[in-house]
């Protein structure tokens, strides 16, 4: 239920390309090759209303999560679109903290996360968790027709932090602090 949620808010937003090049939220961010679009709702631990209000019960849906970030710069929650013949440059993530989760909401063959040198392929409607505090790289090698790789990107507390440490963490870096 709350997948196809997600999914609907998802090509609501998405059907916006259709009129414009980059609409009003999207992201293009840097690639060697290749486009990668994201569209957050949660940047960094700030909430950017005028995208959440355009996926309400996407972004309620964030908040019934008990171990979303959401609360500083290492939380993030957005759309991430891979088109066909996208690289993603390998990186690190700033932080152990954290577990990345990817929801694969289009996943078409010939995509893959490669982390810490281990291919790891999305499914749709299927969570991929990882720690990207490991070198990282995803890229898209199918074609035009297959369409774009689309997932939901959510930061979670890593398990082994506690309570009394997260409170700490979300003071320590509080967005704008």
């Known amino acids: 239920r709350n997948f196809q949620t997600i999914v609907n808010e998802f090509e609501m937003i998405f059907k916006a ?36 209000r355009k996926c309400p019960r996407t972004y309620r849906l964030l908040g019934s999560l008990r171990t979303f970030i959401g609360n ?15 690289v993603i440059t390998e990186h690190y993530g700033p932080t152990n903290v954290r577990i990345r989760c990817h929801l694969g909401l289009k996943t078409p063959s010939n995509c893959e996360l490669v982390v810490g040198g281990e291919p790891q392929c999305w499914a749709e409607g ?18 035009v027709d297959e369409g774009s790789r689309v997932i939901f990107m959510v930061d979670l507390w890593h398990p082994i932090v506690a309570a009394a440490e997260r409170q700490a963490l979300d003071f320590i870096f509080a967005p704008g602090r």
């Open 17 to 52: 390309f259709s009129n414009c090049s980059l609409p009003q939220g999207w992201k293009l961010n840097n690639t060697p090759t290749g486009e990668w679009l994201t569209f957050y709702l949660v940047n960094q631990g700030v909430s950017i209303s005028s995208n959440c």
């Open 72 to 86: 500083n710069v290492f939380g993030n929650a957005c759309f991430s679109v891979l088109k066909p013949g996208t």
């Open 126 to 143: 299927r969570c991929l968790l990882f720690d990207d505090s490991f070198l990282h790289t995803a890229f898209h090698e199918g074609s």
